[in-house]
């Protein structure tokens, strides 16, 4: 068990720099998710950390230790592939004993960590097996028994549930969870999908273009996103995003979106004629009368969910919207709906795309 | 093609192609088994219970010469074929997996060996091979045949590696696998088909060279069965029964290595292809 301290973390291959100074500290036994769109420098930093690849400068703490110039098995970590990466033709217990053996380790003490890991992935009957009798389930539990029988300070997932089908996904997220409060371990995962971001994570870290754009509990960032990429990369369907213009008339600032959408807002920070960027979940939605400010808006696609319905729309001047409706009988396409929001749901971005906080009145 | 021509079209090409292909081993081995007189009487038609003769062999067999050039032949293609495939997929492996400087150029240079012939360098290797005092040994075709196949063995070898996912590297890593270990006892299983098909195209050319044994090892003792079979050939008189019954047995060892390779052949040939 072991903190984790990157400072001034950056990689470039060649001229193209994949991370830009990224600095992040992790907690013993925390479980942080990195999160972000193909390419956002993720999967990148997760081999910086287990030392697959080197980093072109900054520095890597894992527990008291620089670990820099560590070969990966000296830092203490263990890694979960996305592709399993079992040893094709070793059974499921040389699998989970092969790099032991390398370490000079006593046979029982090696028999007892694989009996443990047995026990805890219930990887019993398939011991003596070949990964290619295995389903993809019972491939990523041993990939995860290798993991474990290692004792890691830190272990690290890179996208271990991209492979399966959906529900083998979410019984193997909830493993993940599980496993996670029985260890106790420091864990980072990566992953693209925001749902196991949500689910599994103690902290997300939301990361684009090389860049850690926020860092929070899942909460946190969904209710208060820091500014326009997690506002529009967490939340699905993505929060819809108006950008308006702020006028001042005598006391009182407003800000009015293309549509004649207008909002009195307040902020010290917001200055008469800025444009400012307005947020609406499409959850928080409102349809009908309510006593806030409203606009009109034409369904052109109602998707069916069961439960919730998700309405595409689009305003008077063709900006298109989605909208969540509750229960069965949703407006039809074609309709015309009149939409508001509760200003304590309605988030605001300045100019620069950072969030301005309670500045809708 | 198969659509434009029909399976049948294709088979029939195929077929020719397979006739023209074994014609002559099928005469080799049928005359050897024939009396001189009806090798030359009658040399399309198959051995009678008249014409049926096994001289040729109690001659080549009964040959203690003959067993010598065989062992010759044997060990001087093993291990040459061992050399190229360990060192093959071991240099395959460095060029595929490390970067370091110059592993561009080296590539290049090996796959230079590739075009040009080693027998245009036959002058020189001569010349080095007198200088070391290699003269007559089994050595000095071990180490012409094992620079002839490196290149080759280490260009299919390459593809094959390439082909491999590179997590199953990382998770070593992260296991702490040696370097060592990686390659010969988590890359090197998996390279089985690659290494059949690289034993295969190894073997036949060294088996069946002559060139090399005559310039670098034409000693009594140090003969290969290709080269030992000329000792029947003579200016004027030419022992046809010996000469073709040699030939026959010295087809046994390629065949049998084929077969103990051809399972993985097929899958290495065509891996790749598909998918």
Redesign the interface.
């Known amino acids: 068990m072991a903190r984790l301290n990157l400072d001034q973390v950056s990689k470039s291959f060649g001229t193209a720099e994949i991370l830009k100074a990224v600095s992040l500290s992790i907690e013993d036994g925390e479980f942080v998710v990195l999160v972000g769109p193909s390419g956002c420098g993720k999967s990148t930093l997760l081999r910086l950390i287990a030392g697959l690849d080197p980093m072109t400068s900054g520095t890597l703490q894992i527990g008291d230790r620089v670990v820099n110039d560590l070969a990966p098995a000296e830092r203490k970590i263990a890694m979960v592939f996305q592709s399993y990466a079992l040893y094709p033709h070793r059974n499921v217990r040389d699998n989970m004993t092969f790099g032991l053996k390398f370490s000079g380790m006593k046979k029982d003490e090696i028999d007892r960590r694989v009996a443990e890991a047995t026990r805890m992935l219930q990887l019993g009957e398939l011991l003596e097996r070949k990964p290619r009798d295995l389903s993809g389930g019972q491939r990523q539990r041993v990939a995860i028994g290798r993991a474990i029988v290692r004792e890691p300070d830190v272990f690290l997932f890179d996208e271990p549930l991209s492979n399966l089908d959906a529900a083998l996904r979410v019984s193997t997220r909830v493993e993940i969870a599980r496993l996670h409060a029985m260890l106790r371990a420091t864990m980072i995962y990566v992953t693209h999908d925001q749902t196991e971001a949500m689910t599994l994570a103690d902290r997300i870290v939301v990361m684009n273009k090389g860049r850690i754009e926020q860092v929070g509990a899942p909460l946190d960032l969904y209710f208060t996103p820091a500014n326009l990429f997690v506002a529009g990369f967490i939340g699905s369907p993505g929060m819809n995003l108006f950008s308006a213009h702020l006028t001042q008339a005598a006391e009182t600032l407003t800000a009015t979106t293309g549509f004649g959408y207008a909002l009195p807002v307040k902020g010290a920070t917001l200055a008469s004629a800025a444009s400012v960027t307005i947020g609406i979940r499409p959850e928080h939605v409102l349809f009908g009368e309510t006593p806030y400010q409203a606009f009109s808006a034409r369904v052109d696609l109602v998707e069916r969910l069961g439960e919730i319905s998700y309405l595409y729309c689009a305003t008077v001047n063709g900006t298109p919207l989605i909208a969540e409706w509750r229960g069965r009988h949703t407006p039809s396409v074609g309709d015309t709906v009149k939409l508001s929001a509760d200003p304590g749901t309605i988030h605001m971005f300045g100019a620069d795309g950072t969030r301005v906080p309670d500045a809708v009145r | 093609m198969s659509r434009r021509f029909g399976p049948a079209a294709v088979h029939v090409i195929l077929i020719a192609y397979s006739l023209i292909a074994l014609m002559p081993i099928l005469l080799v081995v049928m005359n050897s088994f024939k009396a001189r007189k009806a090798i030359f009487g009658a040399p399309l038609a198959l051995p009678s219970s008249e014409t049926f003769s096994l001289i040729g062999y109690s001659k080549v067999l009964g040959n203690s010469n003959v067993g010598m050039f065989f062992f010759n032949s044997v060990s001087v293609t093993l291990i040459s074929m061992a050399s190229v495939l360990l060192f093959g997929a071991m240099a395959a492996w460095a060029l595929a997996e490390y970067r370091f400087k110059g592993s561009t150029l080296l590539a290049l240079f090996l796959s230079i060996g590739i075009m040009v012939p080693i027998r245009l360098g036959s002058i020189s290797i001569l010349h080095t091979m007198v200088s070391l005092d290699l003269i007559n040994t089994r050595l000095a075709l071990i180490l012409v045949y094992t620079a002839q196949g490196l290149p080759m063995a280490i260009f299919i070898l390459s593809e094959f590696i390439s082909q491999i996912?590179k997590?199953?590297r990382?998770?070593?890593?992260?296991?702490?696998?040696?370097e060592i270990?990686i390659f010969f006892?988590?890359i090197a299983?998996?390279l089985r088909p690659a290494i059949a098909t690289v034993a295969v195209f190894t073997v036949v050319p060294i088996w069946n060279d002559l060139w090399f044994p005559l310039l670098l090892a034409p000693g009594k003792e140090t003969q290969t069965i290709t080269l030992g079979i000329q000792q029947f050939i003579g200016q004027y008189v030419t022992d046809w029964n010996s000469v073709l019954a040699a030939l026959s047995v010295a087809i046994l060892p390629v065949i049998a290595i084929y077969l103990i390779f051809s399972r993985q052949l097929i899958g290495g040939l065509t891996a790749g292809a598909v998918k």
Do not use: F, M, Y
């Open positions: 996912p997590d199953l990382d998770a070593a890593r992260c296991d702490g696998v040696p270990a006892q988590v299983p998996l």
